[in-house]
Structure formats: C-alpha cells, structure tokens
Nanobody
C-alpha cells in the first residue's frame, strides 16, 4: 500500500516556479507508477502528469507540456513536480497518487491531503 504525502505548494506570481514533492510510504514504491492530479475550485479533479516506476517514461496533460516536469527518486520514495511558467489557471489543489501501469491517466489507491498552488496575476 502506497500512502502519499504532498508538500511544496504555496502562493506564486504568474510566470514563477514551484516544486512539489510527494513522499509515499510503502516498500513497493520503486515498483509503482505515480502521477500528479489537480482540482481547481468548482471543477473536477484532472490528470496532470505521470511517471513509470523506472522513471524512463512520462506522460503530461497538454495544458502543462513544456512547463511542468515530473521526476522521481526511488531511494527517497519521492516524486517531484517542477512547475515553471505558472499561470493563474494552474491554481488548484495538487495531489499525487499511484496510477495504473497500463493506464497512467487513471489514479489507483488512496489520495493524500493535497497541497495548494495559487498563482496570482
């Protein structure tokens, strides 16, 4: 069982950067595909990005391609989300979760508490 804990959110001006971290407990973390999702106020939770267990394959939503980068450090049981060129529409609660290996756009398992990212104009 992988239980994620997100951190690193905050308030940033448009055009700025933030790096989110997700530390997940569980002995099987290195074998687990992980993803980031976000939920803006009044909207459904949506897929942002995912990374396979070895870190070699990644997936991104069109809205963040070229601006966000996902990475992982299996020795630290941690997944990172580097967010550059942030836009006000990136404002949301960001969550990480295990994802299906055969469908990395779908979350699997439990959610963490999330971390707020607020991008001001």
């Amino acid at each position: 069982q992988v239980q994620p804990v997100e951190s690193g959110g905050g308030l940033v001006q448009a055009g700025g950067s933030l790096r989110l971290s997700c530390t997940a407990s569980g002995r099987t973390f290195s074998d687990t595909a992980m993803g980031w999702f976000r939920q803006a106020p009044g909207k459904e939770r949506e897929f942002v990005t995912a990374i396979m267990s070895g870190g070699g394959r990644t997936y991104y939503a069109d809205s963040v391609k070229g601006r966000f980068t996902i990475s992982r450090d299996n020795a630290k049981n941690t997944v990172y989300l580097q967010m550059n060129s942030l836009k006000p529409e990136d404002t949301a609660v960001y969550y990480c979760a295990r994802v299906f290996i055969m469908d990395p756009f779908r979350p699997l398992g439990s959610w963490g508490q999330g971390t707020w990212v607020i991008v001001s104009t």
